[in-house]
């Protein structure tokens, strides 16, 4: 009877049996997918099986075909720590780095001060040569090289502080300027001349001037002032004058449309402006100063040299001669060497450099000025005039 379909009771109960069916089966089927799910799980690359090297995780972030949500997000949680590993990686590498930088310019800022230290230590201590002069007679020399500026090893304050150790040094059987210029300052030259001059009105020892390669201009300058010059005989002696050099920039400015803007109080101010034109009443004007100058490098080359020096209009030209031809141009006493005339004045070659030592970290600082100067396009003389 409950077999029956017609029945109700039996429709009911033949209803329940195949839902109860359907259900079965679905749960059968889910049972078999999530099986499937945890399987693929169990075998995913990201918690199974070795290590991944670098960037892998990145690529495969996005997962496969078939990955369910969880996977996906724990695949990306991944890649996100992975990403943020390198991060503090790379974070971390820049912190050393910048450390190392700081460690490095902190060691190069103390070696600086201490060879500062150092060299100060030295000149104070050690560096005075009138402090290990030998007790022998000898040559007390002065040098004098390269360009005589204020800012050069060549300046009046170094060469006159030589001068004066060599001349108060009781062994120095006499004072030796040993030149090798081209001359430069008349301002420092006039200087060591007048220094010299001095020393030589006291007339304890003799003052000598030896010129090796060059002695020219401001070098000659300061030379005309010992009691006797010695050159070799292919040195170069003499251009006896004063220059001014220059460049006028006017039409460069006008060319390329640039206008300049000067402003002065004193309507002379700005007249050897390289970007304005020299008229001929600033040319005259400067000619004057010129030739005030030359006179005087004339007068005091006369002082020096006294009658010694020939009749010759060509003298005080600006030209320069070979040692042998200065001597017949009095501007040269004799032939020679340093060593030949250390023979004939101590009886050998013995001689002791009196000239202050520069530290080496002041020729370093002066050597960099000087480059920056350069480049920067800054460096500009002391003094326009030149000798």
């Known amino acids: 009877m409950s077999d029956d379909p017609t029945r109700p009771g039996g429709t009911q109960d033949g209803h329940d049996g195949l839902a109860d069916g359907y259900r079965r089966?679905?749960?059968?089927?889910?049972?078999?997918?999530?099986?499937?799910?945890?399987?693929?799980?169990?075998?995913?690359?990201?918690?199974?099986?070795?290590?991944?090297?670098?960037?892998?995780?990145?690529?495969?972030?996005?997962?496969?075909?078939?990955?369910?949500?969880?996977?996906?997000?724990?695949?990306?949680?991944?890649?996100?720590?992975?990403?943020?590993?390198?991060?503090?990686?790379?974070?971390?590498?820049?912190?050393?780095?910048?450390?190392r930088w700081k460690?490095?310019?902190?060691?190069?800022?103390?070696?600086?001060?201490?060879?500062a230290l150092f060299a100060a230590l030295y000149s104070l201590f050690w560096g005075s040569p009138s402090a290990t002069a030998p007790t022998q007679r000898h040559l007390g020399i002065v040098e004098v090289n390269g360009v005589i500026a204020s800012d050069s090893p060549a300046n009046a304050e170094r060469i006159i502080l030589g001068l004066n150790r060599a001349w108060?040094?009781?062994?120095?059987?006499?004072?030796?300027?040993?030149?090798?210029?081209?001359?430069?300052?008349?301002?420092?030259?006039?200087?060591?001349?007048?220094e010299i001059m001095r020393l030589r009105g006291q007339g304890d020892k003799p003052i000598i001037a030896v010129i090796e390669d060059v002695g020219a201009s401001g070098a000659y300058y300061i030379a005309a002032a010992a009691d006797e010059i010695v050159a070799s005989p292919v040195s170069l002696v003499g251009s006896i004058g004063v220059i001014y050099a220059g460049f006028g920039f006017e039409e460069a400015l006008e060319r390329i449309g640039v206008e300049r803007r000067v402003l002065t109080a004193g309507e002379n101010k700005a007249f050897l402006d390289p970007f304005q034109p020299l008229d001929d009443e600033d040319e005259q004007f400067w000619q004057g100063v010129l030739s005030q100058t030359h006179r005087q490098f004339i007068d005091d080359v006369r002082a020096g040299r006294g009658e010694r020096l020939s009749d010759s209009s060509e003298i005080f030209s600006g030209l320069i001669w070979s040692g042998e031809q200065s001597i017949e141009l009095g501007l040269v006493d004799q032939l020679g060497s340093l060593e030949q005339l250390a023979r004939d004045q101590v009886g050998g070659t013995h001689w002791v450099d009196y000239t202050p030592s520069l530290d080496?970290?002041?020729?370093?600082?002066?050597?960099?000025?000087?480059?920056?100067?350069?480049?920067?396009?800054?460096?500009?003389?002391?003094?326009?005039?030149?000798?």
Not at 108 to 115: D, G, K, P, Q
Not at 182 to 190: A, E, H, L, M
Request: glycine share 8%.
């Open 168 to 194: 108060e040094a009781e062994s120095a059987a006499a004072v030796v300027l040993h030149i090798n210029s081209p001359g430069g300052s008349p301002v420092q030259s006039q200087r060591i001349y007048a």
């Open 103 to 115: 460690l490095f310019f902190r060691l190069m800022f103390l070696a600086v001060v201490l060879v």
């Open 25 to 99: 089966n679905d749960a059968d089927r889910n049972d078999s997918v999530n099986g499937d799910q945890r399987n693929e799980l169990n075998k995913d690359p990201w918690t199974e099986g070795s290590e991944l090297p670098p960037g892998k995780g990145a690529q495969q972030s996005s997962g496969a075909l078939g990955d369910d949500a969880e996977t996906l997000r724990e695949r990306q949680r991944l890649a996100q720590l992975e990403m943020m590993d390198h991060w503090i990686g790379g974070v971390l590498t820049e912190q050393r780095r910048n450390r």
């Open 360 to 387: 080496p970290f002041e020729r370093f600082t002066r050597r960099f000025t000087q480059v920056v100067a350069e480049v920067m396009g800054v460096n500009a003389p002391n003094t326009p005039l030149r000798f």
